[in-house]
């Protein structure tokens, strides 16, 4: 059974940074892309990064670049959102969700989410 | 950006209803459109891939349609099960983005 559970979430003020993780398990983390997705409270979804099997490829949302980064560790089969200079818009759930097995830009299987509060 | 647009925005129906939510991309995007389905408290739900092909395990009541820019999910007979909200995605470009959402309610 394919299982993502996301942690690291919390309460920060603006300008500060957090670092995000993703444990995977039950099935071959290695060999698929693997994305964050963002919902404010009571909005809709937002699409924020996804990166390749192999962590060379990295696309952001605009609004997040420089301030982001995604990265994982196929050893340990994780993946990790870092954030920074963050901002009260940032505030969200973050889910973690793994890409279609063709590499479509589709999510079969999501995380449960961590909640990022941004604010004094 | 391609911009994603849902309506209506809310619907209500009854169950046993028969159902449409249409969603418009600003340009093509083919057949790259998923839908999902979100509960309050959950996370989202795969129903649709590639604007028609049924995710395993989804009941057949859910269909999707279109190409191009104009897209549709239709649910033939609502359940109770199925008032959540309802969300277009489009993978044909980055950014990926979603459209507002449709909030199906009961009446």
């Known amino acids: 059974e394919v299982q993502l559970v996301e942690s690291g979430g919390g309460l920060v003020q603006p300008g500060g940074s957090l670092r995000l993780s993703c444990a995977a398990s039950g099935f071959t983390f290695s060999a698929h892309w693997m994305s964050w997705v963002r919902q404010a409270p009571g909005k809709g979804l937002e699409w924020v990064a996804n990166i390749n099997q192999g962590g060379s490829e990295k696309r952001y949302v605009d609004s997040v670049k420089g301030r982001f980064t995604i990265s994982r560790d196929n050893a340990e089969t994780s993946l990790y959102l870092q954030l920074s200079s963050l901002r009260a818009e940032d505030t969200a759930l973050y889910y973690c969700?793994?890409?279609?097995?063709?590499?479509?830009?589709?999510?079969?299987?999501w995380g449960q989410g961590t909640l990022v509060t941004v604010s004094s | 950006d391609i911009q994603m647009t849902q309506s209506p925005s809310t619907l209500s129906a009854f169950v046993g209803d028969r159902v449409t939510i249409t969603c418009r991309a600003s340009q093509s995007i083919s057949s790259w459109l998923a839908w999902y389905q979100q509960k309050p408290g959950n996370a989202p739900y795969l129903l649709i891939y590639?604007?028609?092909s049924l995710e395993s395990g989804v009941p057949s009541r859910f269909s999707g349609s279109g190409s191009g820019t104009e897209f549709t999910l239709t649910i033939s007979s609502l359940q109770p099960d199925d008032f959540a909200t309802y969300y277009c995605q489009q993978y044909n470009s980055y950014p990926v983005t979603f459209g507002q959402g449709t909030r199906l309610e009961i009446k």
């Open positions: 969700a793994r890409v279609a097995s063709d590499g479509s830009g589709y999510w079969g299987h």
């Open positions: 590639k604007a028609s």
